[in-house]
């Protein structure tokens, strides 16, 4: 039977869910009662994993007090101002302000709104072009699918935002092209430190301080999605600090509550902000009915201080070091095609067999995982994995391979 709930990105037609009940550190449990590794910390955002008690109290406490209230105009809460503070001294640029949603579609949206809004406001409103990457991921609301490199999911959608260009990833000359071809009227230039959902692809060398400069060099901002790559999943708090990038816009979400509660935003560096607040007469007309929603916010407090107080910034590399040499042993033995991917973030790349049928064959090696396209399966696990389970990744994903293929020969 069709369930009432149509799901995300899911068949409209599909009828078979599996009901997740439970969960607590890195593994997961249905409503049949078996118990999986969430290899992929969710949907990339349970960097603390799942079963925090503390988070919990800490939230109902907030909810207790004072449920919510919203933050436009003179208002503000407690939680908000506090995790505005936290964020603002963790910020990859110093000095940086928080701009707050509850989604990293609507962080990017605002990111670019805010990036076209500053050019505008310090006399350059022509500049209204946005560059980003094929393949690349920034969400699904109509800004965040225009900047999405990957043009599957803008089909049958409509018209895009208009002004947006897409660069092939790693090519820097044809971001100089771009800069070229509308002299004056870029805004904004985004990219994703690696690419997380479009595939897993790290950056080359070079490359995204090559951004950098050709923002600075043409007067465009340069913002850094990291909505992925924050909070530890790098080994440090951001990808802009683990490549040396210094971003005038930071989209943030997911692992700023570990997903507890949705939550995102924006940091603005002083370079944006200075000229916001050059105009002591603009109104920002922009911001969310739950932006800085005090529930969302004091879980954001106890998550990020998880993070830093048990130091699973470290162990980020660590999950790094024993996955990928465990997929490395699996391309070695001809099991898999290709093995990519940076800090607590991986990807086995497939050849002969597709990647759906493999994620579903490792269901029943007791993993979760995560197919992108046909071709690729995705790991970014909690950071507080532990080893075995690190190890029962790889071998689910080594005997769901084998599994896909003696059904295809049978
Ligand atoms: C880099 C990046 N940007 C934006 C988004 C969109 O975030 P959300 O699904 O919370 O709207 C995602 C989601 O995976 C993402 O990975």
Same mark, same amino acid.
């Given at each position: 039977?069709?369930?009432?709930?149509?799901?995300?990105?899911?068949?409209?037609?599909?009828?078979?869910?599996?009901?997740?009940?439970?969960?607590?550190?890195? $593994?997961?449990?249905?409503?049949?009662?078996?118990?999986?590794?969430?290899?992929?910390?969710?949907?990339?955002?349970?960097?603390?994993?799942?079963?925090?008690?503390?988070?919990?109290?800490?939230?109902?406490?907030?909810?207790?007090?004072?449920?919510?209230?919203?933050?436009?105009? +003179?208002?503000?809460?407690?939680?908000? *101002?506090?995790?505005?503070?936290?964020?603002?001294?963790?910020?990859?640029?110093?000095?940086?302000?928080?701009?707050?949603?509850?989604?990293?579609?609507?962080?990017?949206?605002?990111?670019?709104?805010?990036?076209?809004?500053?050019?505008?406001?310090?006399?350059?409103?022509?500049?209204?072009?946005?560059?980003?990457?094929?393949?690349?991921?920034?969400?699904?609301?109509?800004?965040?699918?225009?900047?999405?490199?990957?043009?599957?999911?803008?089909?049958?959608?409509?018209?895009?935002?208009?002004?947006?260009?897409?660069?092939?990833?790693?090519?820097?000359?044809?971001?100089?092209?771009?800069?070229?071809?509308?002299?004056?009227?870029?805004?904004?230039?985004?990219?994703?430190?690696?690419?997380?959902?479009?595939?897993?692809?790290?950056?080359?060398?070079?490359?995204?301080?090559?951004?950098?400069?050709?923002?600075?060099?043409?007067?465009?901002?340069?913002? +850094?999605?990291?909505?992925?790559?924050?909070?530890?999943?790098?080994?440090?708090?951001?990808?802009?600090?683990?490549? *040396?990038?210094?971003?005038?816009?930071?989209?943030?979400?997911?692992?700023?509550?570990?997903?507890?509660?949705?939550?995102?935003?924006?940091?603005?560096?002083?370079?944006?902000?200075?000229?916001?607040?050059?105009?002591?007469?603009?109104?920002?007309?922009?911001?969310?009915?739950?932006?800085?929603?005090?529930?969302?916010?004091?879980?954001?407090?106890?998550?990020?201080?998880?993070?830093?107080?048990?130091?699973? +910034?470290?162990?980020?590399?660590?999950?790094?070091? $024993?996955?990928?040499?465990?997929?490395?042993?699996?391309?070695?033995?001809?099991?898999?095609?290709?093995?990519?991917?940076?800090?607590?973030?991986?990807?086995?790349?497939?050849?002969?067999?597709?990647?759906?049928?493999?994620?579903?064959?490792?269901?029943?090696?007791?993993?979760?995982?995560?197919?992108?396209?046909?071709?690729?399966?995705?790991?970014?696990?909690?950071?507080?994995?532990? *080893?075995?389970?690190?190890?029962?990744?790889?071998?689910?994903?080594?005997?769901?391979?084998?599994?896909?293929?003696?059904?295809?020969?049978?």
């Amino acid at each position: 039977m069709i369930p009432p709930f149509l799901h995300p990105f899911a068949r409209p037609a599909a009828e078979n869910f599996v009901t997740i009940v439970r969960g607590s550190g890195a $593994r997961v449990t249905d409503a049949e009662g078996t118990e999986y590794v969430d290899a992929m910390a969710s949907l990339w955002y349970c960097n603390v994993g799942h079963g925090r008690a503390e988070i919990a109290d800490a939230v109902a406490r907030q909810l207790r007090q004072l449920d919510a209230f919203h933050t436009f105009e +003179m208002f503000s809460n407690e939680p908000a *101002d506090e995790v505005a503070g936290i964020l603002a001294d963790l910020a990859p640029v110093p000095g940086s302000r928080v701009f707050f949603t509850s989604s990293g579609s609507e962080a990017v949206d605002s990111a670019l709104k805010i990036a076209r809004l500053a050019q505008a406001v310090r006399g350059e409103p022509q500049r209204r072009f946005v560059v980003s990457r094929r393949p690349s991921y920034h969400g699904v609301t109509y800004g965040g699918m225009a900047a999405t490199g990957l043009p599957a999911n803008q089909e049958l959608f409509g018209s895009m935002l208009p002004d947006v260009v897409q660069t092939p990833k790693d090519d820097l000359e044809a971001v100089r092209a771009v800069f070229e071809q509308h002299p004056g009227q870029v805004a904004a230039v985004i990219a994703e430190p690696v690419i997380g959902a479009a595939g897993v692809y790290p950056p080359q060398p070079g490359y995204l301080q090559g951004l950098r400069r050709l923002c600075d060099e043409h007067g465009a901002w340069l913002i +850094m999605d990291e909505v992925i790559c924050g909070f530890g999943r790098l080994g440090r708090w951001w990808g802009a600090q683990r490549f *040396d990038v210094r971003p005038d816009l930071t989209t943030f979400a997911k692992a700023v509550t570990s997903g507890y509660l949705p939550l995102g935003g924006v940091l603005v560096a002083p370079a944006v902000r200075q000229v916001l607040e050059s105009d002591a007469s603009l109104v920002l007309r922009h911001g969310h009915t739950y932006s800085g929603h005090p529930a969302a916010c004091a879980a954001a407090v106890v998550a990020l201080d998880i993070i830093r107080r048990e130091g699973l +910034m470290d162990r980020a590399g660590k999950v790094g070091d $024993r996955l990928s040499t465990g997929l490395r042993a699996l391309h070695a033995d001809g099991q898999i095609a290709d093995v990519r991917g940076d800090g607590a973030v991986w990807a086995a790349g497939l050849d002969d067999v597709d990647a759906a049928a493999v994620r579903d064959a490792m269901l029943p090696h007791g993993v979760i995982a995560r197919p992108i396209g046909t071709s690729t399966i995705s790991f970014c696990p909690p950071l507080v994995i532990d *080893d075995d389970d690190i190890d029962r990744c790889v071998e689910a994903l080594d005997r769901a391979v084998s599994d896909v293929r003696k059904r295809a020969v049978g």
